[in-house]
């Protein structure tokens, strides 16, 4: 599958609440996420930026009021997606997290998970919310795919995203590899995804630097005409039909 005659790259931001970065500076945390606003306002790159509380986050009008246009999604944890978690627990807190955010005007269609699997058995219950992309963790997977997959009902899987940092690997090489993956997407007209992990960002001057270094390669790109950048819902809406992933006895089930 092609995009026509351009790549497509998305940029995923995730926002781990202050607890899960270990303990980190809220204030650090507001003024890397400042900056990086700014840089994708600067470079014209829009982001789809996932958080564990939509609805609650106190990042959330600082990046709905910036001048490129982003869209927010959901971060899951083992906490409540997972073989672990079970189905009820994942089914329960799904449906109130999606109706907090929506109460207030925030549309969630996407997923997006670290450090754990959403099994393919719950992805009903992502139907039933109006969910219609699941980026599942891809820690030690090949980034060589550039294609989505096509699940049941209008369900999408998003390509392996490049991650920064990389799991396992200096900050740099990483972000190396998100560029070649951004390359690569331009030259087959694939689709590229890159995740931004902001509680590294906030860890050192550099990382910041190595991020902007990735947005740069994109609006470069894009102005040679050979990529777009898009948000990860922009660009499901456009992903061709495939052959589904899954049987063909219908998935949906009682929560």
């Not at 246009?69 to 627990?89: F, I, S, T």
């Not at 090489?173 to 590294?200: C, E, P, Q, S, T």
């Not at 990860?232 to 998935?251: D, Y």
Request: charged share 20%.
């Amino acid at each position: 599958m092609t995009w026509g005659t351009l790549g497509a790259v998305a940029i995923s931001v995730d926002v781990a609440p202050s607890g899960a970065r270990g303990g980190g500076d809220d204030r650090n945390e507001n003024v890397v996420m400042s900056r990086l606003v700014e840089l994708f306002d600067l470079y014209e790159i829009p982001a789809t930026w996932a958080m564990t509380e939509p609805a609650e986050s106190r990042a959330v009008d600082c990046i709905l009021n910036a001048d490129t246009p982003h869209e927010l999604a959901l971060l899951g944890d083992a906490g409540w997606v997972g073989v672990e978690a079970g189905r009820m627990r994942f089914s329960q807190e799904l449906a109130r997290r999606i109706a907090a955010a929506r109460d207030l005007g925030r549309s969630i269609q996407m997923l997006a998970l670290r450090d754990v699997a959403l099994p393919r058995e719950h992805y009903d219950l992502l139907v039933k919310h109006q969910v219609s992309v699941v980026r599942q963790s891809r820690a030690g997977a090949s980034l060589a795919s550039l294609q989505p997959q096509a699940l049941r009902h209008g369900v999408w899987e998003s390509p392996p995203a490049a991650e920064l940092p990389r799991q396992g690997h200096w900050f740099g090489k990483g972000a190396l590899a998100a560029r070649r993956m951004i390359h690569k997407a331009a030259a087959l007209r694939g689709m590229a995804h890159v995740v931004f992990d902001l509680a590294a960002l906030e860890q050192h001057d550099f990382y910041l630097q190595a991020a902007e270094n990735v947005l740069r390669t994109v609006a470069r790109s894009c102005g040679r005409g050979v990529l777009r950048a898009a948000t990860v819902r922009r660009l499901a809406a456009e992903w061709p039909r495939l052959p589904t992933a899954t049987p063909a006895r219908s998935i949906l089930r009682a929560a």
